[in-house]
């Protein structure tokens, strides 16, 4: 499984991103996927996470009103967009794919990193105030 992520860019505070993460080969059965950051000088944190086969959507705190994640199969890819932006957003973002075990795991682990096998290359949001 490869992923591709784009979608990065500079933006103003309020402003709106989408980001989309590209699976290949194109196929989405049996996977969950993770959308994680990395802040310049801080450690990679979860941001938002998608069991398209459970049903179920799990976000930080600090993204919950602001952040959708989401999938279009035709496109094989998963997108994280992002509304009314903030400095603080500012990182690199990374998808990341893992393979599905049930509902009842995935809500135990979605936030942990070391679960996820594959991961994209990032792509940089930045947001100036």
């Known amino acids: 499984v490869q992923l591709q992520a784009s979608g990065g860019g500079l933006v103003q505070a309020g402003d709106s991103l989408r980001l989309s993460c590209v699976v290949s080969p194109r196929t989405f059965s049996g996977y969950v996927a993770g959308w994680f950051r990395q802040a310049p000088g801080k450690e990679r944190e979860f941001v938002a996470a998608f069991d398209w086969s459970g049903g179920s959507k799990y976000y930080q705190d600090s993204v919950k009103d602001r952040f959708t994640v989401s999938r279009e199969s035709a496109k094989a890819a998963v997108y994280l967009q992002m509304n009314n932006l903030k400095p603080e957003d500012t990182a690199v973002y990374y998808c990341?794919?893992?393979?599905?075990?049930?509902?009842?795991?995935?809500?135990?682990?979605?936030?942990?990193?070391?679960?996820?096998?594959?991961w994209g290359q990032g792509t940089l949001v930045t947001v100036s105030s």
């Open positions: 990341a794919f893992k393979r599905r075990v049930n509902s009842s795991w995935f809500a135990r682990i979605f936030k942990d990193q070391s679960e996820y096998q594959y």
